[in-house]
T-cell receptor
């Protein structure tokens, strides 16, 4: 069965510190990988996506993620966070099968402290 | 970027009534639209996928007769929660994709609708 695991439900970090939000997936078919951010009472906004090619993907707001096929991971990183980065972050995969469903991880709450 | 709107943003209704939520793609034609449900502090659960002009495909465990989905045009999909009960209270989010056959085509998400059933 396909699944997406976000290992940390909450990540507290001080402002200007680096952060890594972890994501692992399991799938018997090839996947496309995504990270979304959700601010309170809002929909999801795409941060970045991996489709093919370079395994290091750069997104908006200074975030980047690296696809590691052998470890089936797609961890999200930012070298220096801001208070405004406080939000819920979701890792997601689209299965390369008919219907192309998106499967979301449970989310990681990033809390940036002053 | 592309914009998806949802209306209403919040709705409170009495138990037993029906509620319709609209999802519109404002500046592109959405061949495929998705409806998700999000519980507090939880991830998004896909309820159904709808392609314009076709019947929606519901995920396992989602009641088709309770959650009616209509995708009558390339810019509008509606979700009707029929005979709503308190357990249907949730945050409902739609998303839209321009191409049906391109899996990695970006999904654009609406801002969500908070449904509270009293």
């Amino acid at each position: 069965a396909q699944s997406v695991t976000q290992l940390d439900s909450q990540v507290p970090v001080f402002e200007e510190a680096p952060v890594e939000l972890r994501c692992n997936y399991s799938s018997s078919v090839s996947v496309y990988l995504f990270w979304y951010v959700q601010y309170p009472n809002q929909g999801l906004q795409l941060l970045l996506k991996y489709l093919s090619g370079s395994t290091l993907v750069k997104g908006i707001n200074g975030f980047e993620a690296e696809f590691n096929k052998s470890q089936t991971s797609f961890h999200l990183r930012k070298p220096s966070v801001h208070i405004s980065d406080t939000a819920e972050y979701f890792c997601a995969v689209i299965l390369n099968t008919g219907g192309f469903k998106t499967i979301f991880g449970a989310g990681t709450r990033l809390f940036v402290k002053a | 970027g592309a914009v998806v709107s949802q209306h209403p943003s919040r709705v409170i209704c009495k138990s037993g009534t029906s509620v319709k939520i609209e999802c519109r793609s404002l500046d592109f034609q959405a061949t495929t639209m998705f409806w998700y449900r999000q519980f507090p502090k939880k991830s998004l659960m896909l309820m159904a996928t709808s392609n314009e002009g076709s019947k929606a495909t519901y995920e396992q465990g989602v009641e088709k007769d309770k959650f009616l989905i209509n995708h009558a045009s390339l810019t509008l999909s509606t979700l009707t929660v029929t005979s709503a009960h308190p357990e249907d209270s949730s945050f409902y989010i739609c998303s839209a994709r321009e191409s049906a056959g391109v899996p990695a085509d970006t999904q654009y998400f609406g801002p969500g609708t908070r449904l509270t059933v009293l």
